[in-house]
Every structure is written in C-alpha cells, then in structure tokens.
C-alpha cells in the first residue's frame, strides 16, 4: 500500500524511494530560511569545507554582522577566521585582495557597496585584472559581498546600485541573488570560483523567507554561475529582472494574469556574465521584453540587455522596441513619499508592459 | 670634450666590435669603466661607510694592522707565515671579511641592525654579478625604448641596485616580495631570467607575462609584481604577510614603496592592520629622494620616512650600500618572524634616470647631483671597490663576470627583439582562472572571440 502511494506521488524519485523506503515516510525537507540565514548558512558550509575560506570586514565578527548576515561565525570559527576590520575600506579590501594573492579564499565584507568605492581600485585594479595581466600566473580567488542598491530611508550616498559599475568590466563576475534559493546557491558558487566575484545582495530581502527545497539545502548545493532562471512562464511578454524587482515582477505578473496577459519572469541571477540566450529564447516566444532594475537607467543593465537583444537573433522577433523600467534617474531623496516613488513600484511595471503590448 | 668622447668611442668601438653611435654618454662611461678605472677612490670625509682610504697590501704578512678590517685568512694561512706573491691563485684571495657598515637610525627600537657585515669571497661576486645584471638589463632597456622597440611606460632602476640585491640576500626564496612600477630590478632578483624580462618589456610571447602585461606587470612565484597604481601594493603586501600568519608558515612579505606613495592613505591603514594583527610584514619605502619631478621636501611635511609608520619600529638605511640593506632587512625580518608585528625601512637611495623614459630627469635636479652619486655612491662601484681592496677578488674576475654579463644582456636583447608577438587567438585568454572557454565579444557585434583560462 505505502510502495504504491509513493509510485503515485512523485516521478523521477519514486523508483528510488521505493528501494530505500523506510516505515515511515517523512515529508519532503522543504524549509521555510530567510535570505540572511541562507547566507550565513552557505558561509559557515564553505568555511566548514575549506580551511582557507575565511570573512573580513567591518563588524563581520563580534557584532555578528551589521545585519547579523555573519551571526555566530565568530563565535564558531574564531578570531582567524572571522576578522573584524576598522573603518578602512581601501586598505582592508587590498589586504583581502593580498590574502587572495597568498593562497587564501577571503570573503570581503563591504557594509554596502556604497562604501565600496573608496576600495573600488582594489577591486578592479588589483582583484580584476590581475589574472589576465601576469597572462595566467596569479589568480585572485575572492568574493566581495554586501548590500547593494536601494534601502529603505537610507538618502543618497547609502542607496547606490553597483551592478552597472561592476559589470562593465571583465575580469570580475557579478552576482545578484533575489531568493533563498539564488542567495544559497549563487554564495557557495561564488565561494568556490577561483576568480574575483562581486556578491551584490539586498538589504530588504535579508529577513524574507523564501521555500528551501531539500536539494537546495544539501551542503554541495550551488548554483552555476551565467543562468538564469525562469520563475514563471507565460507568453505575452518577458520581464527580465535581478534581485528585488523579481518580486515585483511576480507580483505585478500576477495582476495581470488576471487581464489575460501571461508575462514570463526571468530571474537573471547573474549580471555577469549575462544569460542572453536565455532572455533571447523568452523573447523568441513572447515577441515583448521589458526590464526592470532598481540602478540608474543610463548605462545600466537594462541599457546593455537592449544593446544586446539588438545584436542577436531575438531582435527580429520584437513586436515592439524594449521597455526598461528603471529607478529614476536622481540621486536617492530621503523623505519617504520621494524615496517611494524613486524607485519602480508593481503599477510601473504593470503600466510599462500595457504600453509595450499596446494595450 | 665632446671630440675625445668621440675619438674614444671610436676607438672602443673598434676593440668591442659594437655599433659606433649607439652609446649614449652613461653607457660609454660604464664601458670606459671596465677598462679604466674612472670612478673617484673613496673619499676619506665620507661619513658613510667610517672607512679609510685603502692601504696597499703589505708585502710580508697578511695580518692586518689598520684595525678596521678584519681578514679572516684558510686554513692555510697562519699569522705572519704567508708572503704574497706578484701572479695570484684563488688561494691568495681573503676568502671572507668583516666590513663597517653605516649605522641605522633607529625609530622605536632599542637597538638596530649590526653595524658590521660579513661578505664572502663567493657572497661578493654573487652580489656584484646580481647588481652588474640589472645595471646592464636596464641600461640595455633604455636602449632598446630609444629604438621605440620597447614602448609605454618603463621605469628604470639603475642605481638602486644594492636595494633589490641586498633585500634578497636577507630573505629566503620562500619569502613574499610585492613592489611598485619600478619592478625590472626585483623581477630579476627574484628568479625571472633576463631574457623573460626584456622579451616582456618589447611585448612578446617570450615575455614573462607573454606580452600581456608589460612593464609593471611581471609576476614570479612568491613575486607579486610589478603594480601600476601608486600605493595600491601596499594594502595587497600586507595581505600576503596575513596568507603567512593564517598558514602558520613563518614566511614574511617584503612590501615596497617609493617616497612618493609614502603619502598615500592606503598605506596608513595597512600599518593600522598590520600593527594591529601583528603581520609578518616588512614595510619598505625606496626613498631615492624624487617621486617624479617633485623632491621629498615639496611632498611631504616630514621627510623622515622611517618614522612616518608611527607605532610602527623603524629603520633608515643606507640603501646604495647592498651590505647594509642586507644586515637591516635580516633584522627586520628576524623581528618579523619573531611575532614582534610588522617594521618599517627607508632605504636612502637614489635614480639615476628619470622617473621613466619620457623623462630626461633634468629639470627638477641638476647633471652634477646625478654625477656626484656616481661617483662617490655607485652601489656596484663601491662593492668592487671593497672587494678589491681587500684582495677579495681581482680586477680582472670582475671584468670577465663583466663580458659574461654583456653577452647575456646582448643575447636577451636579441631574443627580446627577434621572438614573435603573441598570436591574436590569445588576445581574450586568461580572464579567468579554471574556467571552461567563454565567448568574448570583439569590437563589432559579429566578432566573437574565445577565451580559455
């Protein structure tokens, strides 16, 4: 009786699950995990895993994380491992390139990747370039993490997205996780990649939980670097979009499902290198692209997935130019009314894809 | 003048067999050098080296009387029994002896590196080949960007030799050395043939780098190059000596400056770390008294460099003397390895080009300083001159390693000259490490180049 509930249940597992079948059947491990505690778990996993793996940065230690994203790292690992750093961004993000050059795996810390740019010839200069410059002969394995990108009443020196900044240059790989399962998966990838990767995560989806899925939460669990994901399928219309605004894609997707409209969500995931041909295939099959990102719209990410839709096959494919939603083009006001309405809501988003459709 | 230099060169010319015209005036005194002796004996007032004009060796005993130097003869020799004779054998060579060095001044430290230093017969010649190799690779270098067959930037190091050399005498091969623009010099020293340097600087596959970095951007194993951007090697030194720290190794990083970075505020926050977690980090400024065109007066308020780490021990050293750079950095390093947390040196030392090619190196100091550390500082000068006056070596050994050298730096120069430019299908190698190929895309939307790591 139980063998046959489980043939019904599930597909590809269930020869397996027959074989190993014990009395009793325990549900799948599915968790409800925060982004933060993803994080922290992925970290405390690679550090488990490799002795050279080790956190720097300000705070990082003994006040667990300024958003508690390293909590209980110290506490486990010790001073060696988890080194609280002073305020010197320049000067710790080059001993952490340093550490890199000697044979170590650091992860740097940057509080947000607003103060980042005291450190930013480290990361480009020094992190970057390297390996290509000595032709191969020294590599520069590090991973710099933090908050990108808007807060919440934070004005604006504090609410910058870097994703266009570091994404323009090659050497470095860009990541920007929206979920859980992207956070887990895309810091233990990055973690284990022998080259510089910026890390840019988001503070307002630190304490969101997401579902976790039992493959997700097994400790060799990553997920590759360059793909992205397609979080719901439709037909209409493509939303290309990276961290936050996914959410606001699904949402918005949502609303108009219920207009008839199926807009597929991609999840880019990585900013470098960028999935095109994932966003190409959409495309191919909806005929409607419209981006969304919280940066700024001149040179941004939007502004490259159009130049690069152009040069390729999808572009014969367009029923209509690209849209892109984007944060407005100001620096971040503080007052909350403002700030609201600097950075794209679900109704831009719902409005920009009637224009496009034309409906 | 002008016409005897001419004459001279002619003439020297025809005895080498080498290209008359070629030479600039530097050259042709160097090579005047191994056939003349054109360089002033020491001077008696020079308080540098505390040492006396050399005495003619006496032609009965061996033991000396003056006091001041000290051989250390073979087992063969005892006291008063040996006579020296006019044809020498290696056996009538000191094999080893105690020189005076100039005295550290000290910052924080109660007492500082010896004052005297031992030099072997073998430890001499090995220095003075090092020294005499990057002198030459460089003056070849500066040949070879006035044919415009090296290009871009290129920043000389000839006369701070004893700098580079007596750094590596003091440290092991499996110590950490990371430096600034000014790179050929520890390039060399730290185990990169001549050749894979000049064929980096003209940009060929030969190169160290393959042709893809160029000047100052040659890398070595424990060698972390050869930086561009002022001051940003510091911070990346520091974070090597915490790779030794984290490893448990008992290694040390050598991390090197020039006066002009010293300013920089990077480079006070990695003393801040570093003296915080007590990093096996030696912080060394090359003070050759210029960053650029500007004079340490016009750059900073305080010139004394050893002092600027502040809670930081520090030592300023004689850096045109490769002995004393030695005997200070080995007790740097011992201070180091001793747990002690980082020091810093300045090396007093001084350039005799420009900051790079395309400066003459005129108009912000006058031919007559240039001339006069020539002349009484040589780093190699001075150490042959030791050598010889007390009958370490003869003048003669010194001029073979001297023709030994000249054909080495001819060959690489050749080599640097004749080996192809790297191939176009490597242009987009190398971005990242262990990475299966990626496309790349070219300066059009229909080039797509590979990459492979």
Redesign the interface.
């Known amino acids: 009786m139980a063998a046959l509930s489980c043939v019904v249940r599930s597909g590809r597992n269930a020869v397996s699950r027959v074989l190993r079948r014990e009395f009793h059947q325990t549900a799948p491990a599915a968790a409800q995990v925060t982004v933060r505690d993803a994080l922290n778990q992925a970290m405390d996993e690679e550090m488990e895993r490799d002795e050279r793996v080790f956190l720097l940065g300000e705070e990082v230690a003994q006040y667990d994380g300024a958003y508690k994203v390293s909590r209980g790292l110290w506490k486990k690992y010790g001073d060696q491992r988890v080194i609280d750093t002073p305020i010197t961004e320049m000067g710790f993000t080059g001993i952490a390139v340093g550490a890199a050059m000697g044979g170590l795996r650091p992860i740097c810390e940057f509080m947000t990747f607003n103060f980042s740019m005291q450190a930013i010839d480290q990361v480009i200069n020094s992190a970057a370039k390297t390996y290509y410059m000595s032709a191969g002969l020294q590599s520069v394995p590090i991973v710099f993490r933090g908050p990108n990108g808007a807060s919440a009443g934070v004005a604006a020196q504090h609410s910058q997205c870097f994703a266009a900044w570091y994404a323009h240059c090659p050497g470095l790989k860009v990541l920007s996780p929206w979920n859980t399962e992207d956070a887990r998966g895309l810091l233990k990838a990055a973690i284990r990649d022998d080259n510089p990767v910026v890390f840019l995560e988001n503070e307002l989806m630190y304490g969101v939980p997401f579902e976790l899925s039992e493959e997700a939460q097994s400790k060799d669990f990553t997920i590759p670097i360059g793909k992205a994901k397609i979080e719901r399928a439709g037909s209409h219309v493509t939303l290309v979009s990276h961290s936050r605004y996914v959410g606001h894609c699904l949402d918005a997707a949502a609303v108009l499902s219920k207009e008839g409209v199926e807009c597929e969500v991609v999840n880019l995931r990585s900013i470098r290198p960028l999935d095109v041909d994932c966003i190409e295939s959409s495309v191919m099959k909806t005929n409607h692209l419209v981006t969304v990102e919280g940066g700024w719209p001149q040179f941004g990410v939007g502004a490259e997935i159009c130049a690069r839709i152009m040069e390729g096959p999808a572009f014969n494919f367009l029923d209509a130019p690209v849209t892109r939603v984007t944060g407005v083009d100001i620096p971040m006001p503080y007052a909350k009314i403002l700030e609201d309405n600097s950075l794209p809501q679900i109704k831009d988003i719902i409005f920009s894809v009637k224009k496009t459709l034309n409906i | 003048m002008k016409n005897m230099l001419t004459i001279i060169s002619n003439a020297l010319c025809r005895i080498t067999g080498k290209n008359a015209g070629v030479q600039t005036v530097s050259e042709l005194l160097i090579d005047l050098s191994e056939y003349v002796n054109i360089t002033s004996p020491a001077v008696p007032s020079m308080a540098t080296t505390q040492r006396q004009p050399p005495k003619p060796p006496p032609v009965s005993t061996r033991a000396s009387d003056t006091g001041l130097v000290r051989g250390q003869g073979t087992g063969l020799d005892s006291p008063g029994a040996r006579i020296v004779v006019s044809s020498r054998s290696f056996a009538d060579f000191t094999p080893q002896a105690t020189f005076d060095i100039k005295k550290c001044e000290v910052h924080r430290l109660e007492e500082g590196p010896p004052v005297t230093a031992e030099l072997t017969r073998e430890q001499g010649l090995q220095y003075y080949r090092t020294m005499q190799t990057v002198r030459r690779m460089e003056l070849k270098a500066d040949q070879l960007y006035k044919q415009k067959i090296i290009r871009g930037f290129c920043h000389l190091y000839d006369g701070q030799e004893a700098c580079a050399m007596g750094i590596e005498a003091a440290i092991n091969s499996t110590d ?1 050395l ?1 430096t600034a623009y000014r790179a050929h010099g520890y390039t060399y020293t730290r185990g990169v043939s001549v050749k894979h340097i000049l064929a980096e600087l003209t940009g060929r596959k030969g190169g ?6 160029g000047s100052m ?1 040659m ?2 194993p424990q060698f ?2 050869g ?3 002022v001051g ?1 090697q ?11 720290q ?2 448990g190794n008992n290694q040390v ?1 050598v991390s090197l400056y020039g006066d002009g970075a010293a300013n920089q ?2 480079i ?3 003393f ?2 570093a003296a ?2 007590k990093l096996p980090c030696i912080f060394i400024c090359e003070n050759n008294k210029y960053g650029m065109g500007t004079s340490v007066e016009r750059a900073s308020a305080s010139t004394d460099y050893y002092r600027r780490g502040d809670y930081i021990p520090g030592l300023r050293v004689d850096g045109m003397d490769v002995l004393c750079v030695r005997e200070a950095t080995k007790f740097a390093a011992d201070h180091c390895r001793a747990g002690k947390g980082p020091i810093l040196m300045e090396l007093q030392t001084y350039r005799y080009h420009g900051h790079s090619m395309s400066d003459p190196g005129v108009s912000y100091r006058t031919r007559d300083e240039i001339q006069e550390v020539r002349t009484k500082s040589d780093p190699i000068a001075m150490l042959k001159d030791r050598m010889l006056s007390n009958n370490m070596a003869a003048a003669e050994e010194f001029k073979e390693i001297d023709v030994a050298i000249r054909k080495e730096i001819e060959e690489a120069a050749q080599f640097a000259t004749l080996d192809p430019e790297p191939p176009l299908d490597e242009l987009c ?7 299966p190929p ?1 496309e ?1 895309r070219g300066t059009n ?1 229909w080039s797509k180049l590979k990459s492979i ?1």
Request: glycine share 14%.
């Open positions: 950490h990371i160290v780098a393959k042709g893809k970095g951007h890398y070595a972390y190059g930086n561009g951007i940003a510091v911070p990346l030194g520091a974070g090597i000596a915490l790779a030794c984290y490893k990083c505020g990077q006070f926050e990695s801040n770390m915080l977690w190698n190398h971005i990242f490490h262990n990475e990626l790349v939307p790591s």
